[in-house]
């Protein structure tokens, strides 16, 4: 049973036991309804308590049926929620843990609730695209107050209880508990309290208005406008609460339900869940199985204190993890140290970390210039030069110095992982840990899989990923591995339309507007055009008729390497980020045109989305295939998190599958036909056709 029945004198005990997380699946509904029904034939029974097993109330929708039919199979939520709120005996719903979504909705239907300090509570629905659909736009702000629940439903985070209990007249909670621990001994003596009062408070009684009415509501709109400009689920969100403040609750419930289920249909709705799928299914790895034994990770050891080293350091003392990091000279430990500190006084500065933590974090990094200190490291990460001769010098020190069983990492973003574990003894303990820079901030790690690489390394390093809250997606061994992979095609276009006729911030603001935080020039320009120069120059010798724009070359041999040396795509002025146009590379650009004796055409914003966009999608397809990345869902969680796919979009393999795989190949014949494209570059992938032919998706 998903939900047990007992009695403790005259009080029955509903426990809602659907571990972890006590998910409202078909199941569970059903027993709950049974239990709830004996409870209240049974004449002994004065009062009913609801409570969850485990560490927690209730987080909502049971993950496994997210979706499907059986979400809406009778009992369905709403069922569950009008039997509680229409029970002849007062029904005290125990709160602790994760009060969220569905279990939330679940409790405002209840006429009583005790809350223990320290549960969260939360409508995360929008985060999905959604709103709370089982009444929660309709019964949170009667209880709370249109603002605070419109801020809570409309952002989706949690809030601790004994936040909300000191709400002046919130009437959310019946009584807060100082702990967890007793919750439910409290509950069912508050439910024999009230067991006798009548009648039973309903919350569809409240009443709920806002002093200022349409301008509040007018205000609140342009504000969820203006923080999800992509998203209409804030927005409607807005509505449902407007419709809360204007209609009897039985009217409101059925326009929050008309909400809910076009909000539903929306493609953005489609790929915020998809996302929320792919991002679990990332450290889910097929040969790995779940219960591997895992290596324990106590202290780690970082090889090279520059940009990469002290940003992945940062990483681990944030975890509370003790670094030790080397470096060849002590000036270049002093610089690494300097920068670290340097970051947390920032975040000191702006109030995101105290004191006593900075200093607790910069405790736990210690430095060396001698490799014989990382005989106790239970993990070590190279990040020294990009060069083969140095990784050889530091693998093979460390196969030399570290214990048996020590993870051997590297943080090499081109060079073949199978060679720098050939240099050790135990290939089986090495493996890529792919930090995209800044390494402190972006949430993408690309876990690079060798050909011998440990299941048990790998499965370590994920849950490691996990506690340094990173997204890690596994990668196989190629050049560039996902990422870098993709971002080579998709600049490759990115160059062809200068070619044909764009300028870069044409081209910039057209992928800007799907949704991309930065176009592909003021990308460049960020992280150095010389990057992208070095591997042009090696594509030229390994891989000759394969053809990049001229014009990127040009740029470089006027010295302009991006935002570091001032001077890109852009022109930026000292100390500033602002990309403003420059006529010096405009005119660089006409003056290759010609050179080419290309007449320049103009291109629409569709065509250079869809030429990017395609590219990847093209490069993703055959990246599959080739089985370094084993789902769709991984490639898509690579570009959301480190390369700023727009989320709504839900990731280049999503965005191909939403537009329709026969689509994507009629644009990829017609970029074909055009002769200053590449007919090379838009030869499908074998997959994408095979997939197309079949009426199937990436998947
Ligand atoms: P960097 O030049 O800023 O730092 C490298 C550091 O390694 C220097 O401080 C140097 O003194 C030290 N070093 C060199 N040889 C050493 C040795 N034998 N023993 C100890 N220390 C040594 O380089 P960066 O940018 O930090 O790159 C490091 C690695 O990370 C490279 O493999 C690079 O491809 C990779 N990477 C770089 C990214 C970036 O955006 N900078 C992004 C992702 C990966």
Redesign the pocket.
């Known amino acids: 049973m998903t939900a047990h029945f007992a009695k403790r004198g005259p009080v029955a005990v509903i426990t809602l036991y659907n571990p972890p997380m006590n998910g409202l699946g078909l199941a569970t509904r059903q027993a709950f309804m049974q239990a709830l029904r004996q409870a209240e034939q049974d004449a002994d029974v004065h009062a009913i308590v609801i409570n969850g097993a485990g560490k927690q109330f209730c987080s909502g929708a049971d993950i496994k049926e997210f979706g499907t039919d059986l979400t809406f199979a009778e009992p369905n939520l709403h069922t569950m929620i009008h039997a509680v709120e229409h029970a002849t005996k007062p029904v005290v719903v125990a709160l602790h843990g994760l009060t969220m979504g569905g279990g939330l909705e679940l409790a405002l239907g209840c006429h009583y609730r005790v809350v223990a300090a320290g549960t969260q509570i939360a409508l995360p629905e929008v985060k999905l695209g959604l709103l709370p659909g089982a009444g929660g736009t309709q019964r949170l702000p009667r209880v709370l107050g249109v603002e605070p629940a419109l801020n809570m439903i409309i952002t989706g985070n949690s809030v601790p209880a004994e936040m909300l209990a000191q709400a002046p007249g919130q009437k959310l909670f019946d009584k807060l508990v100082p702990s967890a621990e007793n919750i439910l001994e409290e509950a069912v003596a508050f439910a024999e309290s009230i067991a006798d009062v009548r009648p039973l408070p309903q919350v569809r009684q409240l009443p709920c208005a806002h002093p200022q009415g349409e301008a509040y509501f007018q205000f609140a709109r342009n504000m969820a406008r203006g923080m999800a400009r992509h998203l209409p689920a804030p927005v409607k969100c807005v509505d449902a609460v407007q419709v809360a403040t204007q209609t009897r609750m039985d009217e409101g419930l059925l326009k929050e339900r008309d909400l809910f289920l076009s909000l539903m249909m929306t493609p953005e709705s489609r790929s915020l869940r998809h996302l929320f799928f792919a991002e679990r299914a990332t450290s889910k790895i097929a040969d790995v199985p779940a219960d591997t034994p895992l290596r324990p990770i106590q202290k780690v050891g970082i ?7 002290g940003g992945i350091a940062m990483n681990f003392l944030n975890a509370d993890i003790p670094v030790l990091l ?4 002590q000036e ?1 430990l002093d ?2 140290i300097a920068t670290i500190r340097g970051n947390y006084e920032a975040q000191l500065k702006k109030g995101k970390l105290k004191a006593d933590k900075l200093e607790q974090r910069m405790g736990l990094l210690h430095t060396t210039l001698d490799y014989a200190d990382l005989k106790d490291a239970d993990l070590v990460i ?5 060069d083969m001769g ?2 050889e ?2 693998f093979r020190k460390l196969d030399e110095v570290c214990k048996p069983g020590c993870i051997l990492a ?6 073949d992982l199978d060679r720098i574990a050939a240099f050790t003894q135990r290939p089986q303990d090495v493996v890529g840990l ?4 800044p ?1 402190n901030v972006m949430k993408l790690l690309e876990v690079i899989r060798g050909a011998h690489t440990g299941k048990d390394v790998l499965a370590t390093v994920m849950a490691l990923a996990k506690k340094i809250r990173k997204i890690a997606v596994v990668s196989g061994v190629c050049d560039g591995f996902i990422g870098n992979r993709m971002v080579e095609q998709y600049l490759r276009q990115a160059g062809f339309l200068l070619d044909e006729g764009c300028t870069p911030q044409q081209v910039d603001r057209a992928l800007e507007q799907f949704g991309f935080p930065m176009g592909p020039f003021r990308m460049s320009d960020l ?2 055009n010389d ?1 992208g120069w070095a591997i042009r120059k090696r594509r030229y010798v390994e891989r000759p008729g394969y053809r990049f724009s001229g014009t990127a070359d040009k740029l470089c041999e006027m010295g302009r390497f991006g935002q570091k040396t001032g001077a890109g795509w852009y022109d930026y002025q000292a100390g500033k980020r602002d990309a403003q146009p420059s006529a010096l590379v405009n005119q660089m650009i006409e003056d290759h045109r010609k050179e080419k004796g290309i007449t320049p055409r103009k291109i629409g914003n569709d065509e250079i989305v869809k030429r990017l966009v395609l590219a990847l999608v093209n490069e993703g397809a055959r990246i599959l295939e080739e089985g370094i990345a084993s789902k769709s869902g991984d490639i898509d969680m690579v570009y959301i998190a480190g390369y700023g796919f727009p989320i709504h979009r839900g990731g280049p393999m999503h965005y191909a599958n939403e537009l329709g795989l026969n689509q994507v190949l009629t644009a990829m014949r017609g970029f074909a036909a055009n002769p200053l494209d590449d007919a090379e570059f838009w030869q499908p992938a074998p997959l994408l056709q095979r997939l197309a032919d079949e009426g199937r998706q990436f998947a």
């Open positions: 090889i090279g204190a520059g940009t990469m080293g080397l470096e060849m000279k270049a610089r690494g190279e990040a020294v030069f990009e140095v990784k010098q530091v590297s943080n090499t973003s081109t060079l792919h930090f995209f820079s390494a992280s150095g990057i």
